[in-house]
Structures are given as structure tokens and as C-alpha cells.
């Protein structure tokens, strides 16, 4: 009987004991609780007013147009300003909740360890905003020198627009991880050897062609020194008004329509020109 009583008294000690535990947290639980359901509620709401401030026509349209861009030939890399936003703040309002709630159930590792991750998205996030702000200046640079050397009729144009693009893109992605915290000594140390040899390519392809960027505006200030828009001329047969001179060429407005002709041609033969400006 002294044994049984005994399993009785321990069993009642031990739900007791149980008892007491549950009590004694079940507040703090319910103070968790009440936290994640608050927080959930207070990031509902901020989300909508953030979705109503993103619509705004300014912001869609550069959204939009950032979504549609194609910086590595037809890759479409998808990057939706909005959705980005809304992403950022949603982790960074639940983080903070959780870390409350954390606090409350003094969870002191769960909160410190989230503390941290909610530290490191303003990290995370400026690192990718350097990447996608570094691809435009590189979309941006090879557009601008493509489009530079071919309005001068060079070889290559798209070649070095192309090398000067990834040189641009590589910087930038060393700098993005670095930002988001990466140790890039390795990789920096490597990328230097590569951006010289590309840098130097790059001076090499100018210095060619350098020759013929000279002569092409040599050629077009020659030609704007002789001749003047309006002035009649006759070369290789035909006879027409100059109505146009570029970098490039001649448009010469005839009986039957108007000619495109190349600056060089006009420089290295014979026109007459027909109308006196003395």
C-alpha cells in the first residue's frame, strides 16, 4: 500500500509540476501570439498603402520598363520593382514580429539569430540595387559606343561595345557581392588580371581604328569647308542641290530623287560645283 501511495503522490507531483510549467507560459504564449497576430494585421495594412503608392503612373511606367530589359543578348531578366519592394517589406515587418515574440517567450538565440538575418536584408537589398544600377550604366555605355562608331562606319563597333559592357558587369557584380557581404579578395585578384587584359584589347581596337575615326572627320570638315547646303553641284553625272552634309555623307537632292553619297567619295573625286557664292 506504501508503494502505490507513493506512485500516487509522485504521479501528482509530476502533473503538478506540469501544471504550474504550462501556466507559467502559457501567458508569454499567448503574448506571442497576440504579437504575431498584431503584426500580421499592421503589415496587411502597410502593404496596401505601399501597393497604392507603387501604382502611382511614374512608378509602373519605370517598373515596366525595367522588367522588359534585355541586358545579356535575348536573356529577359525579369526584375519587377514593385514585387521587390513589397518582398522586402513584408520579410522585414514579419522578422521584426517574430523578434518580439521571440523576446516575449525569451527565446534570447531565436531573437538574436533573427536580429541578425533582419540586419542583413538592407545589405542584401542595397547589393542588388548596385547590381541592376551597374548593368544599365554597362547597357548604357555599350548602346552609346555602338552607336558612336558605327555613325563613323568602324568595324568592331559591336565588339567593343560588347567588352566594354562586360567589363562594366563584372565590376559591378564584384561590388554587389562585396556589398552583400561576400569576401571577394580571390575573385577581385582574379578579375583584375581579367579587366586588364580586356581594358588593353579595348586600347588596342581604339588605337586601330583611331586612323579611320581621324579621316572620317577629316573627310566631313573638308567637306563642310567647300561645300554649304544649297549649293549646286555635279558629280559622277548627276547634277542636284547639296540639301544635307554629316559625318558620313552627302544628300544631294537631283531631278529623280535624292542621293545618299559617301563623304569619301565626294573628297576623293572630282565635282564641279555649278552655282558662283562670289
Known amino acids: 500500500m506504501n508503494e502505490i501511495s507513493n506512485w ?41 498603402l505601399i501597393k497604392r503608392i507603387l501604382k502611382l503612373p511614374q512608378i509602373e511606367r519605370f517598373s515596366s520598363k525595367l522588367s522588359e530589359q534585355r541586358f545579356f543578348g535575348n536573356i529577359n531578366m525579369k526584375f519587377g520593382i514593385s514585387k521587390t519592394i513589397l518582398l522586402f517589406v513584408k520579410w522585414a515587418l ?48 555599350r548602346k552609346t559606343v555602338t552607336g558612336f562608331y558605327g555613325s563613323l562606319d568602324l568595324g568592331g563597333a559591336k565588339a567593343i561595345g560588347g567588352i566594354l559592357f562586360y567589363v562594366i558587369a563584372i565590376v559591378t557584380s ?47 570638315h573638308y567637306s563642310r569647308k567647300n561645300y554649304e547646303i544649297g549649293d549646286k553641284i555635279e558629280f559622277n553625272g548627276m547634277s542636284g542641290t547639296i540639301e544635307r552634309i554629316d559625318n558620313i555623307s552627302l544628300v544631294l537632292k537631283t531631278e529623280k530623287g535624292k542621293v545618299v553619297i559617301p563623304i569619301k567619295e565626294i573628297v576623293e573625286n572630282q565635282v564641279t560645283l555649278i552655282n558662283d557664292r562670289t
Open 174 to 220: 564584384v561590388t554587389a557581392l562585396d556589398q552583400a557581404g561576400i569576401d571577394t579578395t580571390v575573385l577581385t585578384n582574379n578579375v583584375t588580371l581579367i579587366l586588364g587584359a580586356f581594358l588593353l584589347t579595348v586600347a588596342i581596337s581604339i588605337g586601330l581604328g583611331s586612323k579611320k575615326i581621324v579621316e572620317s572627320l577629316l573627310q566631313s
Open 8 to 48: 500516487k503522490d509522485i504521479t501528482l507531483n509530476t502533473l503538478s509540476d506540469i501544471g504550474n510549467r504550462v501556466l507559467s507560459v502559457l501567458p508569454k504564449l499567448i503574448g506571442a501570439v497576440l504579437v504575431l497576430l498584431i503584426g500580421w494585421a499592421i503589415s496587411k495594412v502597410i502593404i496596401i
Open 94 to 141: 514579419f522578422l521584426t514580429a517574430l523578434i518580439i515574440a521571440a523576446d516575449i517567450m525569451d527565446w534570447d538565440f531565436v531573437s538574436n539569430e533573427i536580429g541578425n538575418l533582419l540586419r542583413y536584408l538592407p545589405q542584401l537589398f542595397s547589393a542588388l540595387l548596385v547590381f541592376f544600377l551597374g548593368l544599365y550604366l554597362a547597357r548604357f555605355v
